[in-house]
């Protein structure tokens, strides 16, 4: 891979982990705060049971988002440390060796698949 493309990666790389971290942050920003400040009513408590849903509801659902985010800066900082370690080595597929298509890292820089190795992966996940 060329070195401009190397560079190109990682500040792809840079900018998601920067955007997940960001984003990371507004998650927690929101479980810090309490419930009171979450919806602006003066009392800590929910005064229908259906509100204490809608309010746990919506709590699970930010845990979960920011959880897949997680998951996401883990992969993008894996790729970083490939890149770092290895440039010659970073755009190879980790099944067959072959080389990723530039335009698959450009659009998902943290793969570690080809096309056709990732389908398979895939294929072989759904029998």
Known sequence: MKKKELNHL???LLEERERVIKELG???EQF???LQASDGDL?????????Q???AMEREKQFLFASKEG???WHVN???RRLYQDPKGFGKCHECGDDIAFERLD?????RLCISCKAKEEDGKRD
């Open 10 to 12: 990682e500040q792809r």
């Open 26 to 28: 507004h998650y927690d």
């Open 32 to 34: 810090s705060g309490t």
């Open 43 to 51: 009392s800590s408590y929910s005064f229908h049971m259906a509100d």
């Open 53 to 55: 849903g809608t309010d």
């Open 71 to 73: 998951r996401y800066l």
């Open 78 to 80: 894996e790729a970083l």
């Open 107 to 111: 659009a998902l820089p943290h793969a």
